[in-house]
């Protein structure tokens, strides 16, 4: 190999890689082959299209006409095509003109003639094991010769190109296992009598991953009352929401299945489960009692180490549920814990939040209580869904943490 020869090849390999580092998704690999192809091999056309199953995609990269692409965006796996079989079988092919490729794939000949490709390489995307991804195709529309050298920089391209769309693939099976766990992982809002009722979840991440610790319930009782609970667990990530689910299904057990009992017995008989299980988590919760609708209708509230409710009357007047917060869970679960009590005002709004909504820095959490009560008095009278949008929107622009809410309002 010359010094020409070496020096174009690695000049190649590093504008791959460069581009390719800045790619989180198949489409963006691909896109970034496909430009750094046509730069440094003045190639064509190039794809890159990878094992699904029993299919084979292809994103469309706007080289051809929109029908072909489309077409081609998911098709399957078994089908005999070039492509096709160098993804199943992980041998490359290379055709030097396009009788060459139709005598082999008849089938191709109708491809060619309107993609105007005379040349190319469709190379197998091996990685780790020689395990068999996808096939990376390159193709020119003149006549080209494919010298050894061609040849050996277009497999390392396949082999860069290999590596970046399986972490991609990855990536992206990551991030859909978390979305799918934190869903899972939030309630679907009962219909309760006499009552609206709305919730917004946004969780915060330096990854699009967009999990978190933060949740919210609303749990009917047998009385017609319901419990209301808002909590966090420390964290930003999967492991975060996985220990949220597990504080979360455990104090709904416990919620049916003593549905008689207040607040706080119920956080200290939570409090004790994950202790006596050795599950060291840290969380803060609040969890607020209503009775059933009546004439002497009462909220009852605790709030282990969480943020205090805010309640807002039918004439727009707030009052923070504020009493001396019990210790988080996961400190000392033998300290006995206080419920707190207060009539309900026909017609009242009740807001519970995580610190997300509240806390800033350089702000403290007082004064963020402050600006959200203030917040709350000036849309009391917005449909329900309108106030917590707005709140939301006022209050998470330059957050750093996750925002849960969950509010409801007496509308008997």
Same mark, same amino acid.
């Given at each position: 190999m010359?010094?020409?020869?070496?020096?174009?090849?690695?000049?190649?390999?590093l504008?791959?890689?460069?581009?390719?580092?800045?790619?989180d998704?198949?489409?963006?690999?691909?896109?970034?082959? +496909?430009?750094?192809l046509?730069?440094?091999?003045?190639?064509?056309?190039?794809?890159?299209?990878?094992?699904?199953?029993?299919?084979?995609?292809?994103?469309?990269? /706007?080289q051809?006409?929109?029908?072909?692409?489309? &077409?081609?965006?998911?098709?399957?796996?078994?089908?005999?095509?070039?492509?096709?079989?160098?993804?199943?079988?992980? &041998?490359?092919?290379?055709f030097?003109?396009?009788?060459?490729?139709?005598?082999?794939?008849?089938?191709?000949?109708?491809?060619?003639? +309107?993609? /105007?490709?005379?040349?190319?390489?469709?190379?197998?995307?091996? #990685?780790?094991?020689?395990?068999?991804? /996808?096939?990376?195709?390159?193709?020119?529309?003149?006549e080209?010769?494919?010298?050894?050298?061609?040849?050996?920089?277009?497999?390392?391209?396949?082999?860069?190109?290999?590596?970046?769309?399986?972490?991609?693939?990855? *990536?992206?099976?990551?991030?859909?296992?978390?979305?799918?766990?934190?869903?899972?992982?939030?309630?679907?809002l009962?219909?309760?009598?006499?009552?609206? #009722?709305?919730?917004? *979840?946004?969780?915060?991440?330096?990854?699009?991953?967009?999990?978190?610790?933060?949740? *919210?319930?609303?749990i009917?009782?047998?009385?017609?009352?319901?419990?209301?609970?808002i909590?966090?667990?420390?964290?930003?990530?999967?492991?975060?929401?996985?220990?949220?689910g597990?504080?979360?299904?455990?104090?709904?057990?416990?919620?049916?299945?003593?549905?008689?009992?207040?607040?706080?017995?119920?956080?200290?008989?939570?409090?004790?489960?994950?202790?006596?299980?050795?599950?060291?988590?840290?969380?803060?919760?609040?969890?607020?009692?209503?009775?059933?609708?009546?004439?002497?209708?009462?909220?009852?509230?605790?709030?282990?180490?969480? %943020?205090?409710?805010?309640?807002?009357?039918?004439? /727009?007047?707030?009052?923070?549920?504020q009493?001396?917060?019990?210790l988080p869970?996961?400190?000392?679960p033998?300290?006995?814990?206080?419920?707190?009590?207060?009539?309900? %005002?026909?017609?009242?709004?009740?807001?519970?939040y995580?610190?997300?909504?509240?806390?800033? +820095?350089?702000?403290?959490?007082?004064?963020? #209580?402050?600006?959200?009560?203030?917040?709350?008095?000036?849309?009391h009278?917005?449909?329900l869904?309108?106030?917590?949008?707005?709140?939301v929107?006022?209050?998470?622009?330059?957050?750093?943490?996750?925002?849960?809410?969950?509010?409801?309002?007496?509308?008997?």
């Open positions: 010359n010094t020409g020869t070496a020096e174009r090849r690695a000049g190649t390999l504008s791959l890689a460069t581009a390719l580092a800045a790619t998704s198949v489409e963006d690999v691909a896109l970034a082959v +496909r430009d750094v046509r730069k440094d091999l003045e190639a064509s056309f190039t794809s890159v299209s990878m094992v699904d199953g029993p299919w084979l995609t292809t994103p469309a990269l /706007g051809l006409d929109d029908h072909t692409e489309q &077409r081609w965006l998911r098709l399957p796996l078994d089908l005999d095509t070039p492509v096709h079989r160098v993804a199943r079988s992980g &041998r490359p092919l290379r030097a003109s396009p009788d060459e490729l139709a005598a082999v794939f008849p089938s191709t000949a109708k491809t060619l003639r +309107r993609t /105007g490709w005379r040349c190319g390489l469709v190379l197998p995307l091996l #990685i780790s094991g020689g395990f068999r991804i /996808g096939a990376l195709t390159i193709a020119w529309d003149v080209r010769t494919l010298g050894e050298e061609e040849a050996v920089l277009a497999t390392a391209v396949a082999d860069a190109t290999a590596q970046a769309a399986r972490r991609a693939q990855l *990536y992206r099976e990551r991030r859909d296992v978390a979305h799918t766990l934190q869903a899972a992982m939030l309630p679907e009962p219909a309760l009598p006499g009552l609206e #009722i709305a919730s917004r *979840y946004l969780p915060w991440s330096t990854t699009d991953e967009q999990v978190g610790g933060d949740w *919210y319930d609303a009917s009782l047998p009385d017609d009352g319901v419990l209301l609970l909590g966090d667990v420390a964290g930003h990530d999967t492991e975060a929401a996985a220990r949220m597990r504080v979360r299904s455990m104090f709904r057990a416990l919620a049916v299945d003593h549905p008689e009992e207040h607040p706080a017995a119920l956080v200290s008989r939570l409090d004790h489960v994950l202790d006596v299980l050795g599950d060291q988590t840290l969380a803060t919760m609040a969890v607020v009692r209503l009775d059933a609708p009546g004439p002497d209708r009462r909220v009852r509230w605790t709030t282990a180490g969480h %943020p205090p409710p805010v309640l807002v009357d039918a004439r /727009g007047r707030s009052t923070v549920l009493e001396e917060p019990d869970l996961g400190v000392l033998d300290r006995p814990r206080r419920d707190h009590c207060r009539p309900w %005002p026909a017609g009242g709004t009740l807001v519970l995580t610190d997300g909504l509240v806390e800033r +820095r350089g702000r403290d959490v007082g004064e963020g #209580i402050r600006v959200l009560r203030a917040g709350l008095e000036r849309t009278t917005e449909p869904e309108t106030l917590l949008g707005e709140l929107t006022e209050h998470v622009a330059n957050s750093e943490d996750d925002c849960a809410v969950l509010a409801v309002r007496d509308v008997s």
